[in-house]
């Protein structure tokens, strides 16, 4: 798939602002695959499709999440946490992407999972920092992520739980799960380093 | 057991300045029963008995982890985390103090768990605000504890993760789950007291 088809694939399920933040997400993701060695359009293709599920109804997307293999205990957390996991599939059974690199990273580029690779990390980051985004924090995480999509990540994982802390919300536990993967390769890459 | 034989028990495991906590955590949980409606002696009781491992040698504390039904995860997190699990096991093991309200209490005064009783919330409410602490913050919940000891729990668990994040160090799967079982139960009551 190209990108002009996934991005033609994507814009009639978005409003014009939300395509044009996914448009954003693209162009973020083809600079972070250039400087980390990821097939670009590949990046490109699940950057375009991240959102593919974010304006369906929430019936619908509860409708997936209890009808399908999907974890239930999504259902027992803050719906914005639906959208990339049931994404992930519609974009399969809408539109036959199967590739299992770009679903993964449309499923998990809102909690992050552990393990991610660098494709599931580009997207996670993309979203986060697109020029559109202005959460406090947001700049250091971009000018991190121009040298280090690792410690990018493990900042908005972090910046994640805060975000939940503050809110005085729960944390869904792969959010934390990711959290502390990341936190553990951000440290044993510093030990490495200091050998 | 009466809280003076738990004490003796106690007191020649730990220095004389953690002896001095735990008779603060005592005095702190009687309190706390009396509030609650918790039996005074089980929760002096558990309360004298939860540090009981904790000046114990690391080498030790991972010789009973490994050798035990304990989980095996806790050897790959802070040693801090040691202490409550292996003291449940040897308070039986090295006292014949069996009862699992008190085993409970001690293995988990320092993660919570989900589902805590109400001794279990004394005790790990009691040692986060006994008069010798004074961390940011602790003045805060003391004054919540004196009316509500599940808020009281419900904000330790926050403050432990915020620690653990600005530490930029990993969260306990179990300190989490403590964290999203009270902000729910916190909620839940909040809706049920405005219908």
Redesign the interface.
């Known amino acids: 798939m190209e990108v002009n088809e996934a991005l033609n694939i994507v814009q009639p399920q978005l409003t014009k602002e939300r395509f044009a933040h996914t448009e954003r997400v693209v162009e973020q993701a083809q600079i972070l695959a250039d400087q980390n060695g990821v097939d670009q359009k590949k990046a490109a293709v699940a950057a375009a499709l991240h959102d593919y599920a974010k304006e369906r109804p929430l019936r619908e997307l509860r409708y997936w999440i209890t009808h399908s293999t999907l974890p239930k205990d999504l259902l027992t957390f803050h719906h914005e946490l639906w959208h990339g996991p049931v994404g992930a599939q519609l974009i399969s059974s809408e539109h036959g992407v199967t590739c299992p690199d770009i679903q993964s990273a449309v499923y998990y580029h809102t909690t992050g999972k552990p393990h991610m690779s660098r494709l599931d990390m580009i997207v996670y980051v993309s979203d986060f920092i697109e020029p559109g985004r202005a959460f406090p924090g947001v700049q250091d995480i971009r000018d991190v992520s121009r040298t280090d999509l690792l410690k990018a990540a493990w900042m908005i994982s ?1 910046h994640t ?2 975000y939940l ?1 503050n809110k ?4 869904y ?1 792969e959010t ?2 990711t ?2 993967d990341l ?2 390769k951000v440290q044993q890459r510093k030990q490495a380093n200091s050998i």
């Open positions: 972090s739980i805060q802390l005085q919300s729960r944390i536990p934390m799960y959290y502390n936190t553990l």
